[in-house]
């Protein structure tokens, strides 16, 4: 009895055992904030467009302010584009292309 109950156990072992190996993608992840980074900076621009009449003089510092978030996110799209996030992370495009090189047969 005692045999057969290793046996049992030992082909259980061996059905579940999988090989080892990568995967060929990743999945992409995407936060809102990436999509849209400077929505409350327009918002803020807008509304003092609407209470100024939609005149730029008097909303120079959300001008500013917004075109300065503008410049930020393009750096740091530039930088996610090199394939390197800012927390020092690889995107999934990066990933995913080096993980073509190195595509194994299934």
């Given at each position: 009895?005692v045999?057969?109950?290793?046996?049992?156990?030992?082909?259980?072992?061996?059905?579940?055992?999988?090989?080892?190996?990568?995967?060929?993608?990743?999945?992409?992840?995407?936060?809102?904030?990436?999509?849209?980074?400077?929505?409350?900076?327009m918002?803020?621009?807008?509304?003092c467009?609407?209470?100024?009449?939609?005149s730029?003089?008097?909303?120079?510092?959300?001008?500013?302010?917004?075109?300065?978030?503008?410049?930020?996110?393009?750096?740091?799209?530039?930088?996610?584009?090199?394939?390197l996030?800012?927390?020092?992370?690889?995107?999934?495009?990066?990933?995913n292309?080096?993980?073509?090189?190195?595509?194994?047969?299934?």
């Amino acid at each position: 009895m005692v045999h057969q109950t290793c046996s049992l156990a030992k082909r259980r072992f061996h059905t579940f055992m999988r090989q080892m190996k990568l995967k060929s993608t990743v999945k992409t992840s995407r936060k809102l904030t990436q999509q849209a980074p400077c929505i409350a900076d327009m918002a803020s621009l807008m509304r003092c467009w609407k209470s100024n009449n939609f005149s730029d003089v008097p909303c120079m510092e959300e001008i500013k302010t917004f075109q300065n978030c503008l410049e930020r996110s393009k750096a740091q799209s530039q930088t996610s584009i090199e394939g390197l996030k800012q927390d020092g992370r690889y995107n999934s495009s990066y990933v995913n292309e080096r993980l073509k090189m190195f595509d194994s047969p299934r």
